[in-house]
């Protein structure tokens, strides 16, 4: 791979103001030679984050990370590392050289930039022919008479493309790029019949589509006239656009999102303008109804909570339960917004006079922050659709919403949803709550499993609750930060061993995790019910251990203690003296955690 020269790194270094890129995610206040703030990275009250612009690091008392401006965009923006180099490059105009790069990835990397030129300069052609063109008069009136603003369509670089067959194949040629170049960055396609290259977007509203850095990757297109087919074109799939790892408005809604602590999603191109127009920015669509799991997992690398503000119809309806499988296993709460049926974001934010505007916003505010969890829509969702006249059909619905309550963790929350669906269904509280907890311990499979021979329980009793030791707390703590900062964590899932682990189907888990913990659950089979009962605990605790790297390591000291122990223990019962290597193992380790730097 191409290295960049270690005098370009430390030229970003230094034009870089760590100050000024920190501050796009937390305010930040001058305090002596430095800067502090709330921590971008962990949920706190009281400012632990600190800033030196000296010496251009970060730190957090708090969680412990920590590192230089190169590092925080890393982590914050979810680059690799070279593309962080080139990221804050590109922001303060330093050019980043690279030492020896292979040919072909040369070539690659320059044919991948001329043609995200190439689009820039379209994008900013069909920007400047919307405003500037009288033939854009229809287009723009049309764009006023959806409520939305110049201001908001210019900051997203709204244009129009021209009704003629050849304006932007023509324009590309001058500008001496080839056909071939246009037709890869979906701006022209071949004519069927063998007549040559057309422009692929005519007539049409368009939407530039940028990646997290802002760089345009496509475009969405909005039909002008009204009988054109079809409504929506997006540029084909190709080197520089793809839809599943697409949000549109990822680059303006960024900083928002961490800033709020959550990401909305909506539908079309006009719901984010709309939405943004209206102050609220932390707001994204997703290229079509339903949200991928790529997509998940770009706004998990800035939030844990989504919320989905989709049209309340069926389709969208269904579009947010199936975002509930995309997300098993992310480190992600989704929750859905109550929205008018019929309605999406831009129709409720651009209607009326500027007071019903401010009275919408302030609706779709208060449906934003009281969105519901996931799961709760869904139960609701069914409930509402169940036939609740006949017992046969409160049966039916309970069967349905059972497994949904059985997968939620426990909470007040379940609690209350339990309670509901009882009150609902005319049921008994401790009927529903005795048919989620059979499902809890005895999945289908169980019971087709044949039953022991040898005297053991009976398959798919309940083993008895018994209380964790403080050493499996920490067994699963430390393998649930593995999971939670998969960076640091698969240093540590590398230094257990099965010795470290009070039990077998925990150092399975930590097996299985080495080559899992991006998705612990994701292709993890339920026929080993022992190993999937504990990864998926691990994987739900995760979302709530706050994983730093000295916690991390402490925790890792107390199992290596206990695995020393173990081999004392060994030694003492078979009658042995146990090696002084061990005691001499065992002291060290116990100085170690008696002064870690907590
Ligand atoms: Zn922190």
Not at 23 to 47: K, M, Q, V
Not at 124 to 152: C, H, I, M, N, T
Not at 390 to 406: C, F, H, K, N, Q
Request: hydrophobic share 40%; net charge negative; with cysteine.
């Amino acid at each position: 791979m191409a290295q960049f020269t270690s005098d370009s790194i430390e030229r970003v270094k230094e034009a870089a103001d760590i100050v000024e890129v920190v501050s796009a995610y937390t305010d930040l206040r001058r305090s002596g030679t430095r800067f502090a703030g709330l921590c971008p990275f962990h949920d706190e009250r009281t400012p632990s984050f600190s800033v030196d612009p000296a010496a251009k690091l970060y730190h957090c008392f708090g969680c412990g990370v920590g590192g230089d401006v190169i590092k925080f965009v890393e982590e914050k923006e979810g680059l690799s590392f070279p593309d962080a180099v080139e990221a804050l490059g590109d922001r303060y105009g330093v050019e980043v050289q690279r030492e020896r790069e292979d040919p072909r990835a040369e070539e690659q990397r320059k044919r991948r930039t001329r043609l995200g030129e190439l689009l820039e300069r379209t994008a900013a052609f069909y920007a400047s022919f919307l405003w500037d063109s009288p033939q854009a008069q229809k287009a723009r009136d049309y764009l006023a008479g959806r409520g939305l603003g110049e201001e908001v369509l210019r900051d997203f670089g709204v244009g129009l493309a021209p009704g003629k067959w050849d304006t932007v194949l023509v324009r590309g040629q001058r500008a001496s790029y080839s056909v071939e170049e246009m037709r890869a960055a979906g701006l022209v396609q071949a004519s069927q019949k063998g007549r040559g290259d057309y422009d692929a977007f005519r007539s049409r509203i368009m939407f530039p589509i940028r990646d997290a850095r802002g760089r345009v990757q496509g475009f969405g297109g909005r039909a002008v006239l009204p009988d054109q087919q079809p409504k929506y074109k997006n540029s084909p799939e190709g080197e520089l656009y793809r839809k599943r790892r697409t949000l549109f408005g990822i680059d303006r809604a960024r900083p928002a999102i961490t800033k709020a602590g959550r990401a909305v999603v909506v539908e079309g191109y006009t719901d984010v303008l709309a939405c943004h127009q209206a102050e609220i920015p932390e707001v994204v669509a997703v290229m079509g109804t339903a949200i991928t799991p790529e997509q998940v997992k770009i706004l998990a690398a800035y939030t844990d909570e989504v919320v989905l503000a989709l049209d309340a119809d069926r389709s969208g309806r269904e579009a947010m339960l199936r975002a509930q499988t995309v997300a098993s296993g992310k480190r992600v709460r989704l929750r859905v917004a109550g929205l008018p049926e019929g309605k999406d974001p831009a129709d409720l934010l651009t209607d009326g006079d500027d007071s019903a505007r401010r009275d919408a916003a302030e609706r779709f505010r208060d449906a934003v922050s009281n969105a519901e969890e996931l799961p709760v829509f869904h139960v609701r969702t069914l409930l509402a659709d169940a036939d609740t006249e006949s017992p046969a059909g409160r049966d039916r619905a309970l069967d349905e919403v059972v497994p949904v309550i059985g997968a939620m963790p426990d909470s007040i929350t379940r609690e209350e949803l339990m309670r509901e669906v009882a009150d609902r269904l005319a049921a008994d509280p401790g009927l529903v709550a005795r048919r989620v907890a059979a499902l809890g311990r005895k999945p289908a499979r169980s019971a087709e499993r044949p039953s022991r021979a040898d005297g053991g329980p009976p398959a798919g009793s309940p083993a008895p609750a018994r209380p964790m030791s403080a050493r499996e707390h920490r067994e699963e703590a430390l393998l649930a930060m593995c999971v939670a900062s998969p960076a640091d964590g698969r240093e540590y899932l590398e230094r257990l061993t099965p010795e470290h682990f009070s039990s077998p189907v925990a150092a399975r888990a930590c097996t299985w995790l080495r080559e899992h913990s991006e998705d612990p659950t994701d292709s993890l089979s339920r026929d080993d019910e022992e190993l999937w009962a504990y990864v998926t605990r691990v994987a739900m605790r995760s979302e709530r251990e706050p994983a730093s790297a000295g916690a991390m390591e402490l925790n890792f000291l107390e199992l290596e203690l206990a695995r020393v122990d173990d081999q004392i223990a060994a030694a003492n019962e078979n009658g042995g003296e146990p090696p002084v290597e061990l005691h001499r193992r065992r002291g060290e380790l116990a100085e170690q955690i008696a002064h870690f730097d907590r």
